[in-house]
């Protein structure tokens, strides 16, 4: 069983993260951190577990093995690297870090120390992706000419983590990441980024919305967009020689979510009535076995360093576009 505890009272954790944890029994919530003693106390009694009011002291718990990391962006490299010192195994949110370098470091940290470093895209473990892969190998698309995905949605609320420059914020981190991730699951290879744009808010120097050209090294290209000042889309398309795959809610299918796959292929299009599934729960049975597992221990690393560096490249390639650029609050 893994003894975990969790930093900070965040949306993500307790909307998707603990009431997984409280279920599965490869884990067992040990106690829950907060910068505030309300906050900790609160959740701490909701879910029947310890709670502590800094973080530093949760994370040298020592009947705690794994950590998770709900922070804003900026924060994960400080907490994921004290998580390490103190030996234990961290599961990170997505972006992992904002800087590649310092992905790197935390890759490195974790390596030397045997312990597993995850970072967290759910969706890799939601069954449709497996069915579409399955329908992809059957040959029933042809050979995969490219790939597409769009993820981005409405304005936040002003004060949103997501707005913040020294938290990490911008677009590309928090929506962009799951295209990128996308891409590299279903075109596979090293790949690298041929053109990119960043519209960024000049006042906030955060990027709001974007989009980028990414290629593998067999030529195939990947075509992705992002934002949180657009019209919603969660999606990816494959288009082969024979056929096409849409998924229309790619990154964000919750347990309760009945997915639809369409194929279109010889003149015809089927929609894939797919069953419901849990990623989040299937994430933590991942997390949870690469403890015990060296092999997917160094996937996880490897898969890391492949995502930030295409995450840098971007940055360095784009086109910055500041003029007339304003973040738009809900
Ligand atoms: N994998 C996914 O599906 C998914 C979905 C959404 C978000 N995320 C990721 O999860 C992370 C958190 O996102 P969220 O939307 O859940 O954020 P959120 O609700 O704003 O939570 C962030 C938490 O960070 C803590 N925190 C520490 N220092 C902070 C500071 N200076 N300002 C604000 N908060 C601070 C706060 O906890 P305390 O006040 O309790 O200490 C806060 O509750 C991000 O990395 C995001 O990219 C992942």
Same mark, same amino acid.
């Given at each position: 069983?893994?003894?975990?505890?969790?930093?900070?009272?965040?949306?993500?954790?307790?909307?998707?993260?603990?009431?997984?944890?409280?279920?599965?029994?490869?884990?067992?919530?040990?106690?829950?951190?907060?910068?505030?003693?309300?906050?900790?106390?609160?959740?701490?009694?909701?879910?029947?577990?310890?709670?502590?009011?800094?973080?530093?002291?949760?994370?040298?718990?020592?009947?705690?093995?794994?950590?998770?990391?709900?922070?804003?962006?900026?924060?994960?490299?400080?907490?994921?690297?004290?998580?390490?010192?103190?030996?234990?195994?961290?599961?990170?949110?997505?972006?992992?870090?904002?800087?590649?370098?310092?992905?790197?470091?935390?890759?490195?940290?974790?390596?030397?120390?045997?312990?597993?470093?995850?970072?967290?895209?759910?969706?890799?473990?939601?069954?449709?992706?497996? $069915?579409?892969?399955?329908?992809?190998?059957?040959?029933?698309?042809?050979?995969?000419?490219?790939?597409?995905?769009?993820?981005?949605?409405?304005?936040?609320?002003?004060?949103?983590?997501? $707005?913040?420059?020294?938290?990490?914020?911008?677009?590309?981190?928090?929506?962009?990441? $799951?295209?990128?991730?996308?891409?590299?699951?279903?075109?596979?290879?090293?790949?690298?980024?041929?053109?990119?744009?960043?519209?960024?808010?000049?006042?906030?120097?955060?990027?709001?919305?974007?989009?980028?050209?990414?290629?593998?090294?067999?030529?195939?290209?990947?075509?992705?967009?992002?934002?949180?000042?657009?019209?919603?889309?969660?999606?990816?398309?494959?288009?082969?020689?024979?056929?096409?795959?849409?998924?229309?809610?790619?990154?964000?299918?919750?347990?309760?979510?009945?997915?639809?796959?369409?194929?279109?292929?010889?003149?015809?299009?089927?929609?894939?009535?797919?069953?419901?599934?849990?990623?989040?729960?299937?994430?933590?049975?991942?997390?949870? $076995?690469?403890?015990?597992?060296?092999?997917?221990?160094?996937?996880?690393?490897?898969?890391?360093?492949?995502?930030?560096?295409?995450?840098?490249?971007?940055?360095?390639?784009?086109?910055?576009?500041?003029?007339?650029?304003?973040?738009?609050?809900?």
């Amino acid at each position: 069983m893994v003894r975990i505890g969790i930093l900070g009272c965040a949306n993500v954790a307790q909307r998707h993260i603990i009431p997984n944890v409280l279920v599965l029994p490869e884990y067992s919530l040990t106690a829950i951190a907060s910068r505030n003693k309300a906050k900790s106390t609160h959740l701490a009694n909701l879910y029947n577990c310890r709670k502590e009011d800094s973080y530093e002291s949760l994370i040298s718990r020592p009947d705690i093995d794994a950590i998770y990391i709900p922070l804003p962006v900026g924060l994960h490299h400080f907490w994921a690297k004290k998580a390490l010192d103190f030996g234990k195994h961290v599961l990170v949110e997505k972006s992992f870090t904002h800087d590649l370098d310092i992905a790197c470091e935390l890759v490195e940290l974790a390596t030397q120390k045997n312990l597993v470093v995850m970072e967290n895209f759910m969706f890799l473990y939601h069954s449709q992706q497996i $069915y579409v892969k399955g329908e992809i190998d059957s040959g029933l698309i042809g050979d995969v000419r490219c790939f597409r995905s769009s993820f981005g949605f409405p304005p936040l609320s002003r004060d949103n983590i997501r $707005y913040k420059k020294e938290l990490g914020g911008g677009s590309l981190l928090d929506a962009g990441a $799951y295209p990128i991730r996308a891409s590299q699951m279903f075109l596979g290879g090293s790949m690298s980024v041929s053109a990119a744009s960043l519209f960024v808010d000049p006042k906030l120097d955060v990027d709001i919305f974007g989009g980028a050209f990414l290629t593998n090294n067999a030529g195939l290209f990947s075509e992705i967009a992002f934002g949180f000042d657009n019209f919603y889309q969660c999606n990816y398309e494959i288009w082969g020689s024979l056929g096409k795959i849409t998924v229309s809610r790619a990154f964000t299918a919750g347990p309760d979510f009945l997915p639809q796959v369409t194929v279109e292929h010889q003149g015809k299009e089927h929609k894939a009535q797919l069953p419901t599934d849990n990623h989040a729960k299937n994430m933590l049975r991942e997390f949870s $076995y690469a403890i015990k597992n060296q092999e997917k221990r160094i996937r996880f690393y490897e898969e890391i360093i492949d995502q930030a560096k295409i995450i840098h490249d971007v940055h360095v390639k784009a086109k910055k576009v500041t003029e007339g650029i304003h973040a738009g609050f809900n």
